[in-house]
């Protein structure tokens, strides 16, 4: 949900200098800015080849670095709860009157962290922030990091748990240095560390002190106007940049295409930047959201699909239908007994059920399990696979001989325009297939979820949208039989497999991976995958 960031008019801002001085004292210091007109000189590439570089985060890597409050209102709602998001947003406006910008840092940590267990939130750090910080990145910080040869980031703002994920695994800086946030028997407490720990592996300490001692070509340091980061880089590097909010204007977002590492999975519920405003929206919009979702379920569930479907787009809920060859047809034409194959790309729970509404039929779709709640309210019939190969393939040979089958050999959901690696067995047990491309259109919240816990809670989510949208694309049949003297056997399905993924992958315009469910699992939830509720083959 694209929203404006929230802006303070100037008598506000008054306001609460006037309350800070009245309230506080002495005790306020207000944050450092410049109105000087020198700006920022970005270093030429040749001046960083071969240097090792420190970065102050929120001034050269962010366009927004002030902006602080969405990130902890992601900590806070998808490490915490619904209930922690609406705690921080209520006092937060307080806060912000009254406090001074480090005391208000440290109160939405407290919020945000108290309680919470640390493997979640470093979870959480590797899995849901990153694709926020890369779609506030800034363009021009980006590439001098590109052309540094060592990286050390320094986040004076962010506790280091909320960043070390982003900035190592996809933008691959060498060290990260940052706030420390106390834990106590794997809890946080809440308590933001004064000072900023400047042991990451000893590397950092290695190259001031090689620095002070005059070796090598020294260091460079790029910091903004007059912050802590400025005053500890003229300390210890040979050169310093410093950067200005008026020169940050005209910087530009880093396109998808040019990202440093492709974002193909990431976690989390919240599809949005949760601004002051944006927040205060959605908080808003909540109840009337979850009237929707159990409405727009219960008509699924119960009623047949010719009246189902005109309720769900009566609520804002609409299933689109891509030109393209009538099912009917490509059934007549196959002159196959028995049902029809249609092979899906996975983008949620709720793609057999799409396809069956579109087809406006029964249709069976294969596990290899869904939650007991998901069976009670699944208006299709599921099978259960096993993880046998031959066991599976017999299974689906019989659903098949019954009627049509639905198949995602995905094997889970992929939120991003990739198409994951084809599971072959689909292409063993008939010679032609009917590939069916699904898109999704969401504006809130996700339908996926990499959490066991949340599983069932998926498709209730995906419906919780204010507009969500499926669109729908049956495509010619593609033939799974061997070609070009192609021998039978596993070989021979891999392929047809491939062929099928490069059919899908152009029609919806997506990029092939070779990126499996283990992948996705290992990434986001630090397991294999072994959990319930995805369409499986």
Known sequence: MAKKPCEFPTAVLSFRRFLQRRFLGGRHHHRPTSTTATGAAIPPADKLHNQTVMIDLESWLLRSPMSTFPYFMIVAIEAGSFLRGLILLLIYPLLWLLLSHDMLLKAMVMVSFFGLPEKEVVRIGKAVLPKFFLEGMAMEGLEVVRNAKKVVVFSPLFPRVMVEGFLKEYIGVNAVIGREVIAVAGRYVGLLVDHIDMDDGGFVDEVMEETKRGKGDGA?????????????????????????????????????????????????????????????????????????????????????????????????????????????????NSGTAGGRLYVCNHRTLLDPITVAAVLNKPITAVTYSVSPVSELIAPIRTARLTRDRDEDRRRMEALLARGDLVVCPEGTTCREPYLLRFSPLFAELTGEVTPVALETRIDMFYGTSTKPAAKWLDPFYFMLNSRPEYHVEFLQPVSTAPVDGEAGGHGHSINAANRVQRVLGEALAFELTEQTRKDKYEMLAGNKGNVKGEAKM
Not at 223 to 244: D, I, P
Not at 284 to 311: D, E, K
């Open 220 to 332: 460079v340091g790029l910091a903004g106007v007059g912050s802590k980061m400025h005053h500890l880089f003229s300390r210890y590097c040979k050169e310093t940049y410093v950067v200005c909010d008026a020169d940050k204007k005209e910087w530009q977002p880093v396109p998808r295409e040019k990202y440093p590492k492709p974002l193909i999975f990431h976690d989390g519920r919240l599809a949005f930047k949760l601004t002051p405003c944006a927040a205060v929206a959605m908080y808003t919009y909540l109840p009337w959201g979850i009237f929707l979702a159990v409405f727009r379920s219960l008509a699924f569930g119960l009623l047949p699909y010719r009246v189902s479907v005109p309720l769900a787009a009566f609520t804002g809920m609409r299933s689109r239908l891509i030109a393209g060859p009538s099912p009917d047809a490509t059934r007549r």
